[in-house]
């Protein structure tokens, strides 16, 4: 069984199998081209810088009347710039409400509070929630349902200049994966849980895939340091620096504490098929990806060993 938490809150109340979102297959129908924005084109003046700017993956997101969660990837369309995040983020039903076509959530226009790296706090309106979509659209298959889980939240124009794309410690995104996870294939991601009490050096985590589930459109991975409630929604890259999706699950069985990615290309496709607002970019990061940053133990950052999709 797996279960959703929407936020630290939620979590407190789970026992057994912790669930931090859904997973996503795309629709048949959806077959929107994918692209990637280069970075400096997108903003006035070029993004903010990497290191220094206030709103960027990683950082919390608060949905009002859902839960709190961490930003995965800036995207655009147009002359509008977004931070991704969990639909589940917006959820408002039990953590057993799975189903993404049938589960309570938040209506779009939805304030979101962004927690900036600055220590302030501006406010984002949910303009995009593959759950809202699916209800409204009347979707029926039933891997789209389950696995959907992809909102997306709009950056204020006067915020806007506070904004850059790059995955904090790691760099990139340098494009979208689009062939999936290898059993074995390393996956590096950033979490902002406020269960970690702010200890930074526990946001970076290294994992290795145990391969995919859902007919390609869902990861299994093995973190050295598992994403935990408040890491929902938070990004994750391949090998190459390239998005291959956000967190979806944390469980304990049939592999003992793994984690679920949702598949990134397939969520986008079908945001750009039903989503209405127009073509959604990924926006490539303006920090060079690296796994192995300078200064960092080659301890911390050594994928683990996990047992092979299908182990019991």
């Not at 789970?14 to 859904?22: E, K």
């Not at 917006?90 to 049938?102: A, L």
């Not at 074995?184 to 970690?196: F, K």
């Not at 039903?274 to 060079?288: F, M, Q």
Request: aromatic share 6%; hydrophobic share 40%; with cysteine.
């Amino acid at each position: 069984m797996v279960l959703r938490v929407r936020g630290v809150v939620a979590a407190a109340a789970t026992v057994g199998v912790v669930g931090i979102a859904a997973l996503f297959a795309p629709s048949a129908t959806a077959a929107t081209v994918l692209r990637a924005a280069p970075a400096p084109a997108q903003a006035p003046g070029g993004w903010a810088p990497a290191d220094s700017a206030p709103i960027r993956p990683g950082v919390l997101t608060e949905t009002a009347g859902g839960g709190a969660c961490t930003a995965n990837f800036v995207f655009t369309s147009g002359n509008r710039v977004f931070l991704g995040q969990a639909a589940h983020c917006g959820g408002t039903g039990q953590s057993t409400e799975t189903n993404g076509c049938d589960s309570g959530t938040v209506p779009l226009g939805a304030a979101v509070t962004i927690k900036g790296a600055d220590g302030r706090d501006r406010t984002g309106t949910m303009v995009y929630s593959s759950w809202v979509t699916m209800q409204a659209d009347g979707e029926s298959d039933p891997d789209t349902c389950a696995y959907n889980d992809l909102a997306l939240v709009e950056i204020a124009p006067g915020d806007v200049p506070d904004v850059n794309p790059s995955i904090p410690f790691f760099g990139g995104p340098t494009g979208i994966d689009s062939d999936g996870l290898a059993p074995g294939e390393q996956v590096y991601s950033y979490g902002n849980s406020p269960l970690r009490l702010g200890i930074s050096a526990l946001s970076p985590k290294v994992g290795v895939s145990a391969g995919d589930i859902g007919n390609g459109h869902s990861h299994v991975v093995y973190t050295l340091s598992p994403g935990v409630p408040g890491d929902s929604g938070s990004a994750y890259l391949d090998a190459k620096g390239a998005a291959v999706g956000q967190l979806s699950t944390l469980n304990l069985s049939p592999l003992p504490v793994s984690n679920g990615v949702g598949d990134i290309a397939g969520e986008l496709q079908y945001a750009n098929a039903a989503g209405g607002l127009g073509d959604v970019e990924l926006v490539l990061g303006t920090k060079p990806f690296d796994p192995t940053p300078a200064g960092v133990s080659p301890q911390q950052l050594a994928a683990p060993a996990g047992p092979p999709l299908g182990a019991s």
